[in-house]
């Protein structure tokens, strides 16, 4: 089983909202990332967790707070984004940073006003 | 950093016939080269990948070669069917331990496969 799930599938926040992403994973993979990917362009790596740590951070702006409760779960805190932050967000796994195969999940897409 | 150039950025094909899709990299450490098909409102799959100690891999009507000396990739498609139209995404990548580039993708700009039936 290769499934990474990821919640919500769709979301519409405002500038001024707080929200959370979440996305989750059973392989008992320990590296999961953080992926934003805007229209018909490549995905960019914003964060990789590695055993829950914080490894690598793509300079991203800090209305964007990762999070890695457990081997299983991470998350992403949004607050005070911007238009321009509307894109589908990508979460991945693979069997840990060496690995480098990396798994997925449907991705939630993201609309700000 | 590693930089990965992707050709064609369109691909329209008749059902039946091959596709093909090329993929060049910059950074001769890169040393794993996975191919990510995505269809519309869906997250990349993985559906091939391959090591720089292999030249070529092959998983029923798909198949991935690689020539390390000119730093270039390819994806072959057989027999192509309606089902294999969707956007190609080539990647780049040092696998192994330690550094902070372990671990990133870098992946090409996407190819859009379109097959007619």
């Known amino acids: 089983d290769t499934e990474v799930t990821q919640t919500p599938k769709h979301l519409v926040m405002g500038m001024t909202n707080k929200k959370s992403l979440k996305c989750e994973q059973h392989?008992?993979?320990?590296?999961m990332y953080w992926y934003k990917q805007k229209a018909k362009k490549p995905p960019e790596l914003m964060f990789v967790y590695s055993y829950e740590k914080l490894s690598i951070n793509e300079s991203v702006p800090s209305r964007f707070s990762p999070e890695c409760p457990n081997s299983s779960l991470l998350n992403l805190h949004l607050h005070a984004l911007q238009p321009e932050d509307s894109a589908l967000y990508l979460c991945a796994s693979s069997q840990d940073r060496t690995g480098v195969t990396q798994y997925f999940g449907p991705g939630t897409r993201l609309l700000v006003l | 950093g590693e930089n990965v150039e992707q050709h064609p950025s369109t691909l329209s094909v008749q059902e039946g016939d091959s596709a093909v899709i090329k993929c060049t990299y910059s950074?001769?450490?890169?040393?794993?080269f996975p191919w990510y098909k995505q269809e519309l409102g869906k997250g990349p799959q993985l559906i091939i990948d391959i090591r720089s100690n292999v030249g070529e891999k092959k998983d029923q009507r798909i198949a991935v070669t690689l020539n390390k000396t000119a730093k270039h990739f390819s994806l072959h498609i057989t027999e192509t069917q309606p089902e294999d139209s969707a956007v190609y995404f080539c990647a780049a990548s040092r696998s192994g331990a330690g550094g902070t580039s372990y671990g990133k993708l870098t992946f090409g700009q996407g190819t859009i496969l379109t097959v007619h039936p």
């Open positions: 392989m008992g993979h320990r590296a």
């Open positions: 950074d001769s450490a890169s040393n794993y």
